[in-house]
């Protein structure tokens, strides 16, 4: 294995850090990094915000419902498909942009998610490390008041950078038979496969909270997918002129 394949297969979410800071010229290379991600048709739809404000940071804890390390981190950066430059573009070519295509919002949403996982690996090849926030989704509106995001912004998640000060285990991953397919999708065996991975699952989750937590990832799934998921997105896309079409 090279660097590179230990680095990605190393992968943990950090939630505790350390006080030091992350040094300005460091988080310029790591949105460089982002920016170096392929982006759809070149649009480059991805804004980032840098949440230094230390009060914002606070309404932002509980707007993500009581996530701490969102204020202890040493940067919160919001990653936001942003579609108000194309309209920007279009006016400097007196070019009517027509908006609100399902297919716009999936192109911005994809281009962050690979920007965001760009940022974060190069972070993590620094000794830098970090978790994803979706739960600023929780109350998008008042996340997008609070930054003052235009029409056709919306944030897809934050993040929380900074050195860590734990070191938990690699989560295990689904085995490969169940992720990896060949020519066609078959799922007949994967019940099965599943079952063996629950019980890596429910081991990994032992060890890490001495037993105070015992799940398996099918019952996390199932305890999860039972429940309604945000379902005030769709009003709020459509308000900010995502997904109308
Ligand atoms: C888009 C996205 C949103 C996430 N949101 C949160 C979050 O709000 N809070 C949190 O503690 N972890 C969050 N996570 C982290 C996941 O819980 C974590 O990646 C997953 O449990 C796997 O663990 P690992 O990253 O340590 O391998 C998020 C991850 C992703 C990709």
């Given amino acids: 294995m090279n660097e590179v394949i230990k680095l990605l297969q190393s992968h943990r979410s950090i939630r505790k850090f350390t006080d030091k800071d ?5 988080l310029h290379e790591l949105i460089k990094c982002g920016q170096a991600a392929a982006t759809s048709s070149f649009i480059q739809a991805c804004t980032v915000i840098n949440v230094e404000d230390s009060t ?19 940067k919160f950066l919001v990653f936001c498909a942003d579609m108000n430059r194309h309209k920007r573009v279009c006016d ?10 399902t297919e716009q919002f999936i ?20 000794g830098i490390a970090g978790v994803y926030i979706g739960g600023i989704r929780n109350n998008i509106a008042a996340v997008s008041d609070l930054l003052e995001l235009p029409p056709l912004v919306y944030p897809v998640f934050g993040m929380c950078l900074g050195y860590p000060a734990q070191d938990p285990e690699v989560k295990p991953r689904l085995p490969l038979a169940v992720v ?3 020519d066609r999708y078959r799922d007949a065996c994967d019940t099965q496969a599943i079952a063996v991975y629950d019980d ?11 037993k105070t937590k015992v799940v398996t990832w099918s019952e996390q799934v199932a305890g999860m997918l039972i429940k309604e998921a945000r379902p005030h997105m769709q009003a709020y896309l459509q308000d900010r002129g995502f997904i109308l079409k």
Avoid: W
Avoid at 22 to 26: M, P, T
Avoid at 109 to 125: H, R
Avoid at 200 to 210: A, C, F, I, L, S
């Fill in 22 to 26: 992350i040094a300005q010229d460091v």
């Fill in 56 to 74: 914002m940071r606070q309404t932002l804890v509980a707007l993500a419902g009581g996530q701490p390390y969102v204020a202890s981190a040493a």
């Fill in 92 to 101: 400097m070519h007196n070019a009517k942009m027509v908006s609100g295509y």
């Fill in 107 to 126: 192109t911005a949403t994809v281009d962050c998610a690979l920007f965001a996982q760009n940022v974060i690996t190069a972070a993590q090849s620094l």
């Fill in 180 to 182: 990896l397919k060949k």
């Fill in 200 to 210: 890596e699952v429910r081991k990994y989750y032992q060890n890490r909270t001495g």
